[in-house]
């Protein structure tokens, strides 16, 4: 250890040296947004051990969205998908905070029947993303498939998202907890915390009260803690920062490590599922997209992921053709196929970058829990406005957007969807967390000239 330290000290007398009395943390370090400083070189991490998660040398499931608004040509594009090396749908109803302006409308057991007609359905994992509808499809689903499903309820999510908290919201958690097909029934999810500007810390935090609330509630109607654990899960947004979205998902297991220890039960990896961000498409020089869905679905192999859906590269120009939709689907076969990023188990533990980021984020997101919890919870926040107020005091600048506001095309190309996007024009309701794309200012704005910024 002292090589290794005198090592790093003749390192920063030739960095004293080149900067040449510039200060060495305003041009060396970086500022993380929730306030921690990174260094720009870290010694490994001594005795780390990699964060139990997903089964080592398994690859997450590969989940595409069905959400065409009619059943017949959904069905046609979740067959097609699940041919090309689909593990699972997430299936998107016109009720789902995350339909943008699309979803499957389901409203019979017909319609549900017609779009999983031809499916294995055993073979596959299923997610439900129904919004008020999930107890009503949940209860259709159990009728007709007997493999894995993720309910996807997430009352907190639509009082987030919607502004309204749904009535009876415990005791339809209760039905679906008691019902439950091999997966997950609640859902923290962090998604719609990403999409309002939020800090990772700050999504972390909301992560980690939301699924206490569900834990509390479910134990309340007469589940043991010991399986009422098992019915929440989590979703997470991935985006193109590598570092940080990594460090993210495995912050995101340590929180809900010491949970379960204040609860007295042993620890038990949480299912995770990760989707690219909605903040991060640009639907000016949309192709760019798909550089940064790579990185962001990397990332999330990376973290530990249990099931990743990439939103295909032109899902704010509107619904996503085949071809749109192939290329999300072929980015997950190239990174487990080719790149074989699965088969590490935590390739990030003990290296000292990346276990501070993750120690920081840990550190900042236990911060802000305890914060939200002190004033009665998630819901209690969300509803005196605090959470949104805390956004808007932590939120960081929009940076650089290739293709949206630095090296714009003169011209944009003509992209190809089935139905155009409607206009993000819309103003959340009274609470909802105001979401919205990063790239959207600049959208709307004069097209630069090539090379330029916007």
Request: proline share 6%; hydrophobic share 45%; charged share 20%.
């Amino acid at each position: 250890m002292a090589e290794a330290g005198a090592d790093e000290a003749r390192w920063r007398d030739a960095v004293a040296g080149v900067l040449k009395g510039a200060s060495f943390e305003d041009r060396l370090t970086s500022l993380l947004p929730d306030g921690a400083r990174l260094q720009p070189i870290y010694a490994r991490k001594a005795g780390a051990l990699p964060i139990p998660g997903r089964p080592p040398a398994s690859p997450w499931t590969i989940i595409q969205r069905a959400d065409h608004p009619d059943v017949a040509p959904a069905n046609g594009q979740l067959l097609e998908d699940l041919e090309g090396g689909a593990g699972g749908i997430a299936l998107v109803t016109t009720q789902s905070p995350f339909a943008r302006g699309f979803g499957v409308a389901i409203s019979t057991p017909g319609n549900l029947d017609g779009l999983l007609a031809g499916v294995l359905r055993n073979a596959i994992e299923i997610r439900l993303e129904a919004g008020s509808q999930t107890l009503e499809v949940a209860r259709w689903l159990s009728e007709i498939d007997d493999g894995t499903v993720h309910y996807g309820y997430d009352p907190i999510g639509l009082l987030a998202t919607t502004g309204n908290l749904p009535t009876g919201w415990p005791s339809t958690a209760s039905v679906l907890a008691n019902h439950r097909q091999g997966g997950t029934v609640l859902t923290a999810d962090g998604r719609p915390l990403h999409e309002a500007g939020a800090t990772p810390g700050l999504e972390l935090a909301g992560m980690l009260s939301a699924a206490l609330s569900y834990l509390r509630v479910l134990e309340a109607t007469g589940l043991r803690l010991e399986e009422a654990r098992h019915c929440v899960g989590f979703a997470i947004a991935a985006d193109q920062d590598v570092f940080t979205t990594i460090a993210k998902l495995r912050a995101l297991r340590l929180l809900w490590l010491e949970i379960e220890d204040a609860c007295d039960l042993a620890a038990s990896p949480i299912h995770i599922h990760a989707e690219t961000a909605w903040r991060m498409l640009s639907r000016r020089d949309p192709a760019t997209n798909m550089l940064r869905n790579g990185l962001a679905a990397a990332a999330a192999g990376l973290g530990g992921a249990d099931s990743i859906a990439i939103l295909p590269h032109t899902a704010a120009n509107g619904l996503a053709d085949a071809h749109a939709r192939r290329v999300a689907r072929n980015c997950q076969h190239v990174l487990i196929s080719e790149a074989n990023l699965h088969r590490i188990a935590d390739p990030a533990a003990g290296s000292g970058g990346l276990e501070a980021m993750t120690d920081a984020l840990r550190e900042a997101g236990w911060a802000q829990f305890q914060a939200i919890e002190r004033q009665g919870g998630i819901i209690n926040v969300i509803q005196s406005g605090w959470l949104q107020e805390e956004i808007e005091r932590l939120r960081q600048p929009v940076g650089t957007i290739i293709g949206a506001n630095k090296y714009a095309l003169a011209k944009e190309p003509a992209v190809s969807v089935l139905r155009p996007a409607p206009a993000d024009t819309a103003s959340p309701a009274a609470l909802a967390l105001s979401r919205r794309r990063d790239a959207v200012p600049f959208e709307s704005a004069p097209e630069s000239a090539p090379g330029g910024a916007a």
